[in-house]
């Protein structure tokens, strides 16, 4: 399952998780992002309890992605502990993404 993180969430959601999460800044409008979409879609199915997966849409939620420095969408950060320690910009394969995540868990 997704996350739909905002302002209010963002901080008890993924900075102060006990889990690994996988944030995903998006948009709408943006290509890239509808491809990767099932993607991490299917990342959240697979890692169900070892992993929490959560989005953000840099619309919606400009002060997140202003805060981690988003420049370019899709971007995937991978946080443990609140802190960011992989980091992906632009469509990747579920391979890819795996392989960052897997170093984590």
């Not at 800044?25 to 997966?53: N, R």
């Amino acid at each position: 399952m997704e996350i739909k993180l905002t302002q209010a969430n963002f901080e008890g959601e993924v900075v102060k998780s006990n889990v690994p999460v996988l944030v995903d800044f998006w948009a709408t409008w943006c290509g890239p992002c509808q491809m990767v979409a099932p993607v991490i879609a299917k990342i959240a199915d697979e890692y169900a309890g070892k992993l929490k997966v959560g989005k953000v849409n840099v619309d919606e939620a400009g002060a997140i992605a202003a805060e981690y420095g988003i420049v370019s969408i899709p971007t995937v950060m991978l946080f443990v502990n609140g802190k960011i320690v992989e980091k992906a910009v632009g469509a990747r394969s579920f391979d890819e993404y795996a392989e960052l995540i897997e170093k984590h868990i």
